[in-house]
């Protein structure tokens, strides 16, 4: 999913959303504003694991955003065909700002994750919680939630924390970093598999041509084996991203 807000990291760097949405439409008082993004990517990871099984994807935004912070949208990738789904569609709200004039930005915001056409009446779909802290060059978020499908088919608690780092290179590249941890309870069925695994990122990002390009380092620790969706979808890979913004 999409996990940059309009002003601070939310969902974890690992889906290497490859730019930040322009302002498209602003309202005469400023109050109000719209945009929209398309990306072409070489492979949708989300914490570490392919959600389309190592194949290219297209995603989608649109996002309103109010003055005080507040802020709403919607976004979209299409993902491998596991439980007869092969799009996922997010809707998120949330406030970001900023505490004063200390520097330090805020973001809090929630997320429903669905999946249409899968056969088993809505059980992937599933909300996270989401808080971060940024500061500087960087980040850090948790997400929490408790209904994620367990691999019993029962909903189960997960955490995920990130740390992420961006900073500003010569010549107009941006250099993007973060480390995450899943904590969760989706495999409790099997006392053979782990309940936690790392993930990481470390890329490059640069506009031109009016488009924003990125490439990245992608992988996880050996637990991500027990989360793939298929095999290798945990293994380390280079992903590329192009992104046009509205």
Do not use: C
Not at 92 to 99: L, T
Not at 135 to 153: K, V
């Amino acid at each position: 999913m999409k996990l940059r807000t309009i002003s601070a990291l939310t969902l974890a760097a690992t889906s290497l959303f490859a730019a930040s949405s322009a302002m498209a439409w602003e309202s005469e008082d400023g109050q109000h504003s719209t945009s929209a993004s398309v990306t072409l990517t070489t492979d949708y990871i989300f914490r570490g694991i392919s959600l389309t099984d190592e194949d290219p994807a297209i995603q989608g935004s649109f996002d309103y955003a109010h003055s005080s912070g507040l802020y709403a949208g919607t976004w979209a990738s299409n993902i491998s065909d596991s439980a007869d789904s092969n799009i996922e569609i997010d809707l998120y709200a949330g406030f970001a700002n900023e505490f004063g004039d200390t520097g330090i930005g805020y973001d809090v915001s929630v997320i429903r994750y669905t999946y249409p056409g899968q056969n088993s009446n809505d059980e992937l779909d599933y909300t996270e919680y989401l808080g971060s802290l940024s500061y500087s060059y960087f980040t850090a978020m948790i997400g929490y939630t408790n209904n994620i499908q367990g691999g019993d088919g029962k909903d189960a608690d997960e955490i995920y924390y990130n740390l992420a780092f961006d900073y500003e290179l010569p010549y107009g590249f941006g250099l993007n970093a973060a480390i995450g941890y899943t904590d969760s309870d989706r495999n409790d069925y099997d006392s053979t598999l782990s309940d936690s695994y790392m993930d990481y990122t470390i890329g490059l990002s640069k506009s031109f041509i009016g488009l924003d390009w990125s490439v990245a380092y992608v992988g996880t620790n050996s637990d991500g084996e027990d989360f793939e969706l298929g095999d290798g979808t945990s293994d380390d890979r280079f992903v590329a991203s192009v992104s046009a913004s509205f």
